[in-house]
């Protein structure tokens, strides 16, 4: 069955560093990967979106890549800041499924300190 | 425009008991998607409905159950609920085509306590 990975549970950042988090996955590719932002007590929030024919994609501070050679995505917060600490989730839709039905990592827990 | 509501939001109930919790998706999403968040297993799909139908299905007993109503407003069942069952329930909704980045706009979960 597909699994996804995020290697890290928890990652400790200096404010002003840049934050890298990685997403790996198993067996097939999927036709594009999704990064959310989750605070606690909160439901998930979509951050972006990038296709398999994408190298990379940028939203701001954000950049997403995706590697389907090695079967991973890397998201990174450049200028990081305390506001920037939640958890961090990557998902992609399951084989043969619809876009509602997603498959997640467990997530890693992003702590900015000032 | 309102976001994705959910009530209630914290709930106890005590094993055996049976629970429904409500979603309501945003207003023109006909597509509304459960998941189930736990430490360990992190969020796991439970169902997706669009159109009052059940288009997908997560791998949980048949103890979990939901249905669609014409509104897209939405529910989903727990029956003879086992400790196990504790968990933050999120409903998600979404543009069935997608647009171009088909996200899913989640609600703020259910919080659900077995005693």
């Known amino acids: 069955s597909q699994k996804i990975e995020q290697n890290s549970e928890a990652l400790n950042i200096q404010e002003g560093k840049t934050a890298t988090l990685t997403c790996n996955y198993t067996?097939?590719?999927?036709?594009?990967l999704q990064w959310y932002r989750q605070d606690p007590g909160r439901g998930p929030v979509f951050l972006l979106l990038?296709?398999?024919?994408?190298k990379e994609k940028r939203k701001e501070r954000l950049k997403v890549t995706f590697d389907t050679t090695l079967k991973q995505s890397l998201f990174h917060i450049t200028a990081s800041q305390p506001a920037d600490s939640a958890t961090y989730l990557c998902a992609f839709p399951s084989y043969g499924g619809s876009q509602g039905n997603l498959i997640f990592g467990k997530g890693t827990k992003l702590s900015v300190k000032p | 425009k309102a976001g994705v509501t959910q009530t209630p939001r914290y709930l106890i109930k005590t094993r055996g008991q049976q629970v429904t919790l409500s979603c309501s998706p945003i207003?023109?999403?006909?597509?509304v998607s459960w998941y189930q968040q736990t430490p360990g297993q992190g969020l796991q799909f439970l169902f997706e409905?669009?159109?009052?139908?059940?288009?997908n299905k997560g791998n949980f007993p048949g103890r979990f159950s939901g249905r669609q109503f014409s509104n897209s407003r939405s529910e989903m069942n727990v029956s003879t609920l086992e400790l196990g069952d504790s968990a933050l329930y999120l409903c998600a909704s979404s543009y069935l085509t997608g647009g171009t980045s088909y996200e899913q706009y989640f609600g703020p979960g259910t919080r659900l306590t077995v005693t």
């Open positions: 409905y669009f159109s009052e139908t059940q288009r």
């Open positions: 207003s023109g999403h006909r597509s």
């Open positions: 990038i296709r398999e024919n994408e």
């Open positions: 067996n097939y590719s999927p036709a594009y």
